[in-house]
């Protein structure tokens, strides 16, 4: 079975530029989440859904990013403008409720650096 | 709020030593437990997991024990490879969050030949 599936894996892009992530969840399941992992602060939970629907976006660390799901299939987390600080690693991960342990897959994640 | 604490890395060991990383939790609920890998340049992986008291997650050598009573999920290995250098994640999930997992800070562990 494919996991979840990211792209692009790398992406260098200058301040100020639209960066756009992209997620493909496992097929069936019913919730994807967004991490962002950083040295400093590790791995935080930036967004997550539940059928396409946002259900906590507390995680967003401002209005320059915004996430969407338009289908089951489907998710992109953007940043519009980029600044240097936005320099991390980008996971999107899915799991099925119900599941034993509710166990989440993640993706190999998206290394962003803006430069 | 729920957390999850692990102990400070970096873990330095020679191969074939023990292993204790430790992880202890606050969670209101009775959540999952979890250790996640995550190798140099790579994304998580699943290590193992315990869902409920007592239960014991166990793969690659590697085991861990839901103990409720102190709230904690210390990850063992009897005898440490060259190839389990990487940084292990301690996390708890909330099922009625879709198994939302909150982690710890990350442990590195650096296994020397």
């Known amino acids: 079975d494919a996991g979840v599936i990211q792209s692009p894996r790398h992406e260098v892009t200058e301040m100020g530029q639209e960066v756009t992530l992209r997620c493909k969840p496992i097929s069936g399941h019913d919730y994807l989440f967004w991490y962002r992992q950083t040295m400093m602060r590790g791995l935080e939970l930036l967004i997550y859904f539940n059928n396409n629907v946002p259900i906590d976006d507390s995680g967003m660390p401002e209005d320059r990013f915004s996430a969407k799901m338009p289908n089951a299939s489907f998710s992109t987390l953007k940043i519009q403008p980029s600044e240097p600080r936005d320099s991390a690693v980008y996971f999107c991960?899915?799991?099925?409720?119900?599941?034993?342990?509710?166990?989440?897959?993640f993706g190999e994640g998206s290394w962003l650096t803006v430069v | 709020g729920d957390s999850v604490t692990q102990m400070e890395g970096p873990v330095t060991l020679s191969e074939e030593a023990f292993l204790t990383i430790n992880c202890t939790y606050t969670a209101t609920g009775y959540p999952s437990l979890f250790w996640y890998v995550q190798y140099p340049g790579e994304g998580l992986q699943l290590l193992l997991k315990?869902?409920?008291?007592?239960d014991k997650g166990s793969n690659k050598g590697f085991e861990a024990t839901y103990r409720k009573e102190t709230t904690s999920f210390h990850l063992e290995k009897g005898s440490v490879q060259v190839s389990d250098s990487a940084v292990y994640f301690c996390a708890l999930s909330i099922y009625n969050q879709g198994g939302k997992l909150i982690f710890g800070q990350g442990t590195e562990l650096s296994v020397k030949p």
């Open positions: 315990a869902t409920k008291a007592d």
């Open positions: 991960a899915s799991s099925l409720l119900g599941t034993t342990g509710n166990t989440i897959y």
